[in-house]
Nanobody
C-alpha cells in the first residue's frame, strides 16, 4: 500500500492550502487516516484524524476551526484543508493510514502506512 501526498508549498500568513493523501490499494473508506506534522528540531506531532467508514474526526486544539480533514471517495483520498495559516503551522506534513480501527489515533506507532511528506512553510 502506498500513500501519495500532494499539495503544500510556501504560503503567506492567513492564506489557505489543501493537502491530499491518496491510497493506492483498496477503498479509502476502509482506512483510518491521520495527518501528522514535524517541525525542525521537534518530534512528529499528531494533527488530526478520521476513523474508517466515515467515522469520527479528531483535531488538536491549535488547529480546530482552521483545519478540516475530509474524505474524497472519488479520488480515493483524504484531504486536509488548512485555512488562516500561521507561522507555527510550518512543518513537514505526513499522512498515515491503517486498515480498520486502532487504539490511539494520536500515536505514531499505530499506523502501518505513511506518505512521503510534504513541506508547508508559512512566512511573510
Amino acid at each position: 500500500v502506498e500513500l501519495v501526498q500532494s499539495g503544500g508549498g510556501s504560503l503567506d500568513p492567513g492564506s489557505s492550502v489543501t493537502l491530499s493523501c491518496a491510497v493506492s490499494e483498496g477503498s479509502i473508506a476502509s482506512y483510518t487516516v491521520a495527518w501528522f506534522r514535524q517541525a525542525p528540531g521537534k518530534e512528529r506531532e499528531f494533527v488530526c484524524s478520521t476513523r474508517w467508514g466515515g467515522g469520527s474526526t479528531r483535531y488538536i486544539d491549535s488547529v480546530k476551526e482552521r483545519f478540516t480533514i475530509a474524505r474524497d471517495n472519488f479520488k480515493n483520498a483524504v484531504d486536509l484543508e488548512m485555512v488562516a495559516l500561521k507561522s507555527k503551522d510550518t512543518a513537514v506534513y505526513y499522512c498515515a493510514a491503517t486498515v480498520g480501527t486502532l487504539g490511539d489515533d494520536t500515536a505514531v506507532d499505530q499506523y502501518d502506512y505513511w506518505g512521503q511528506g510534504t513541506q508547508v512553510t508559512v512566512s511573510s
